[in-house]
């Protein structure tokens, strides 16, 4: 009885949080209907100034980063702003032992020395239109009613070539169309996207800057961390995007953004524009539940067993260390977001405020005399239930195995290399071998010891098959019990003596001998890999019937949900798309009695410095600019340097190197992180936990100037006061 009435209470409570909170990644079309209280908040600019729709605004300085982060113009001569672990992977490509620019960082002098980069690209979104008559109009001509052919990117995809017509691309260089769903499929957007793929690294810093705190202080407030890199586009001599060419030129942007020294108060408005990747503010109860205790409790079960062997191994060798920074780092950043996901599901009552949010639905579903809605929910329930234990043993495999073991990864030969083994071609054996040796070297390379992902190996494996019954294990690894009798540090250990891929001189062994096919055939990392990814394959392929339902109610659901109380506080769900956010720079107490300010110094770094600790030491440079406190126009009014500070703004990943703006829309930092109490956000904004975590732009410029010595560059940005 209690419970029945404190439910009620409940779900208002959590409307007026919402109605008050910064909550929401919105669209830029959305910016009418939150202008009003952005300007309530201390917004000084005007609507079109932000968003225009048939003209140039500011949206039009964002950038789609390297297909997964966000970057800002800053310059009339097409330079861009972004985080260093956004451009780490280009940074590192350029990365040798005589110019190790991870290391000691990177500074282009002048545009001759700026480096082009494989593989890269910065998307403009030039236009965006509401296509959702046009697409609902085309759906109708499907007849099966359960069709997924309406969240399908295929089939948006060419409803997007049809609408803008043949020949579009070659008519309009470096431009294309795709149309995406929103809501679950109640609202479709059509973006025209301008893609440069000529885009050089101008500048980074050395990675005690770009990386300070690395793993320890990831999704850590207080943080400081100088996480920019510098980038610029270049563009044929008609400003349109070509392959990279020495004659391309700096592309003139059609806007970018000024620079403001002005810093941040508390309770400053703040604003972000970027592409946030996914979201799930739509879960239901069930939902939270199934992503809590299958895919985030897995995760931290695995993880914290892989790492711990990572660790010990790291702390014993620094060459190990060196070989598995990255991918602890990888595997840990995963790692402390599901961690801070449950905490924010348990401590903070997520599924609860998800539970009473279906309530009310399903009781005013109810009074209009529309079943459909708890239908919805319903279906949902059930085929979350009826997956559960297929979607176990599919994440148990994934993080314990699949990512777990890096041996589950060795190259699996084709079957056209086997035949081109069996051949007597000797030109095609020849070619198969170096195929495979190239495989075998991408996969044992300098980062990879056997010796590591063994004894990972042992104790995944051990996690693995105590928790999946014998008959439903991959079938390579019921030897464990049939050959073995249970010992898994003897299965693994004849996996390494008996395999090609086994050492580097097991493979050269194989590859300069006489090859065979036979042996292929019977080696065990091979048969182990193949088995593994043979049941991967198929627990994912019996998962697939469980998801179309789910996409098919949540569309009912979500349609519920707006119809019930309207659009004006629900944000579509996070797809990668542009979308902007507005809240204040604002502390935070994430526990009872501890509070953590808005603002963090250079005094933070000192503090924070460990000579022994690889983390946690202070650049040189660095260090003796803080000793003569040689911040120039870059310090606060104080005279203190400020490094990073944080907002109530709501972002995810993707978020990062988002353009950070003040009431103005000047740049006063860049986006690169959230606090891991936050992390929740991505099913429920939390106004009191969630932080986006983001560098001072002051903190840019000072390194740009004083550690990097690059002047033109401070020269060519427009700094306000
Ligand atoms: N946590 C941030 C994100 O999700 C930054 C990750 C990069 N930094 C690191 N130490 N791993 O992407
Ligand atoms: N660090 C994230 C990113 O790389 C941002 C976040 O998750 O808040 O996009």
Same mark, same amino acid.
């Given at each position: 009885m209690k419970k029945k009435l404190l439910l009620?209470?409940?779900?208002? $409570?959590? +409307? /007026?949080?919402?109605?008050?909170?910064?909550?929401?990644?919105?669209?830029?079309?959305? #910016?009418?209907?939150? @202008?009003?209280?952005?300007?309530?908040?201390?917004?000084?600019?005007?609507?079109?100034?932000?968003?225009?729709?048939?003209?140039?605004?500011?949206?039009?300085?964002?950038?789609?980063?390297?297909?997964?982060?966000?970057?800002?113009?800053?310059?009339?001569?097409? $330079?861009? +702003? /972004?985080?260093?672990?956004?451009?780490?992977?280009?940074?590192?490509?350029?990365?040798? #032992?005589?110019?190790? @620019?991870?290391?000691?960082?990177?500074?282009?002098?002048?545009?001759?020395?700026?480096?082009?980069?494989?593989?890269?690209?910065?998307?403009?979104?030039?236009?965006?239109?509401?296509?959702?008559?046009?697409?609902?109009?085309e759906l109708k001509s499907i007849k099966d009613p359960n069709s997924m052919e309406y969240l399908s990117p295929k089939y948006l995809q060419k409803l997007a070539d049809k609408r803008v017509g043949k020949n579009f691309s070659t008519k309009n260089p470096g431009l294309s169309v795709e149309i995406k769903a929103f809501y679950g499929g109640n609202l479709y957007l059509m973006f025209t996207k301008k893609t440069y793929t000529d885009v050089r690294l101008v500048g980074a810093p050395p990675s005690n800057i770009g990386k300070f705190g690395a793993d320890t202080d990831n999704w850590m407030w207080p943080r400081h961390t100088g996480d920019f890199s510098i980038f610029r586009i270049y563009a044929d001599k008609n400003g349109n995007p070509a392959p990279y060419s020495p004659d391309n030129v700096p592309l003139r942007p059609k806007k970018y953004f000024n620079i403001s020294l002005g810093g941040v108060q508390e309770k400053d408005f703040a604003m972000i524009m970027g592409f946030p990747g996914t979201t799930h503010r739509y879960f239901t109860a069930s939902e939270v539940d199934e992503w809590k205790s299958l895919d985030n409790d897995i995760r931290i079960r695995m993880r914290d067993i892989r790492q711990g062997v990572m660790l010990g191994e790291m702390l014993a060798d620094p060459q190990i260390k060196i070989m598995y920074s990255a991918k602890y780092a990888g595997s840990q950043n995963g790692y402390k977001r599901a961690i801070g996901a449950n905490w924010a599901i348990k401590t903070r009552g997520l599924r609860e405020t998800k539970q009473a949010m279906q309530d009310r639905l399903i009781a005013w579903g109810n009074a209009q005399g529309k079943p459909q809605y708890a239908q919805a929910i319903s279906e949902i329930d059930a085929t979350v239930s009826k997956r559960a234990d297929l979607r176990r043993r599919y994440l148990m495999l994934e993080e314990g195995i699949i990512r777990g073991i890096e041996f589950a990864r060795a190259p699996i030969p084709t079957e056209a290399e086997i035949n081109a083994l069996k051949s007597g071609d000797a030109n095609a054996r020849r070619t198969m071998i170096s195929d495979l040796r190239t495989r075998y070297n991408a996969f044992a390379d300098k980062d990879y010891s056997a010796e590591?992902?063994?004894?990972?190996?042992?104790?995944?494996?051990?996690?693995?098959?105590?928790?999946?019954?014998?008959?439903?294990?991959?079938?390579?690894?019921?030897?464990?019990r049939d050959r073995f009798a249970g010992n898994v540090q003897a299965y693994v250990d004849d996996i390494f003596a008996r395999s090609i891929y086994g050492s580097a001189g097991q493979f050269a062994r194989f590859a300069d001998g006489s090859p065979s096919a036979e042996q292929l055939a019977e080696d065990p990392m091979i048969l182990f890999a193949a088995s593994v990814f043979g049941e991967y394959r198929k627990l994912y392929q019996e998962l697939r019937p469980y998801d179309d339902p789910i996409l098919r109610a949540?569309?009912?659901?979500?349609?519920?949900?707006?119809?019930?109380?309207?659009?004006?506080?629900?944000?579509?769900?996070?797809?990668?798309?542009?979308?902007?956010?507005?809240?204040?720079?604002?502390?935070?107490?994430?526990?009872?009695?501890?509070?953590?300010?808005?603002?963090?110094?250079?005094?933070?770094?000192?503090?924070?410095?460990?000579?022994?600790?690889?983390?946690?030491?202070?650049?040189?440079?660095?260090?003796?600019?803080?000793?003569r406190r040689d911040y120039g126009r870059y310090a606060d009014a104080n005279g203190a340097m400020p490094v990073a500070f944080c907002a109530t703004t709501h972002t995810t990943g993707g978020n990062s190197g988002s353009p950070v703006l003040n009431a103005d829309g000047a740049l006063i930092g860049l986006n690169f992180d959230r606090n891991w109490e936050g992390v929740g956000g991505d099913i429920q904004y939390l106004a009191d936990y969630q932080r986006s975590i983001i560098v001072d732009i002051r903190y840019v410029l000072l390194v740009i100037d004083k550690v990097g010595g690059c002047q033109r560059l401070i020269d060519e940005m427009n700094i306000v006061r």
């Open positions: 009620p209470l409940f779900a208002v $409570l959590c +409307l /007026t949080q919402i109605a008050r909170a910064d909550e929401g990644m919105w669209l830029m079309q959305q #910016l009418s209907r939150k @202008y009003a209280q952005m300007k309530e908040r201390g917004l000084k600019m005007k609507e079109y100034d932000l968003y225009n729709p048939d003209g140039t605004s500011l949206k039009d300085a964002v950038v789609l980063f390297d297909g997964g982060c966000t970057g800002e113009v800053v310059s009339d001569r097409g $330079l861009v +702003l /972004t985080n260093h672990h956004c451009g780490y992977s280009m940074i590192q490509a350029h990365s040798t #032992l005589e110019h190790n @620019y991870l290391e000691d960082g990177f500074w282009a002098m002048n545009e001759a020395d700026e480096l082009p980069n494989k593989d890269i690209s910065v998307v403009f979104i030039d236009k965006i239109e509401d296509v959702t008559d046009y697409v609902k109009k590591v992902d063994k004894k990972i190996a042992v104790a995944m494996l051990t996690e693995y098959i105590r928790e999946i019954p014998y008959e439903k294990l991959p079938a390579h690894l019921q030897l464990i949540q569309r009912t659901y979500i349609a519920g949900l707006l119809e019930m109380d309207g659009e004006q506080d629900q944000f579509p769900d996070a797809n990668l798309t542009l979308r902007f956010t507005y809240g204040q720079v604002k502390g935070y107490s994430p526990r009872d009695n501890v509070h953590y300010g808005h603002q963090t110094t250079l005094t933070g770094v000192m503090e924070k410095e460990d000579p022994d600790n690889w983390e946690f030491v202070v650049d040189p440079k660095l260090k003796d600019l803080y000793q």
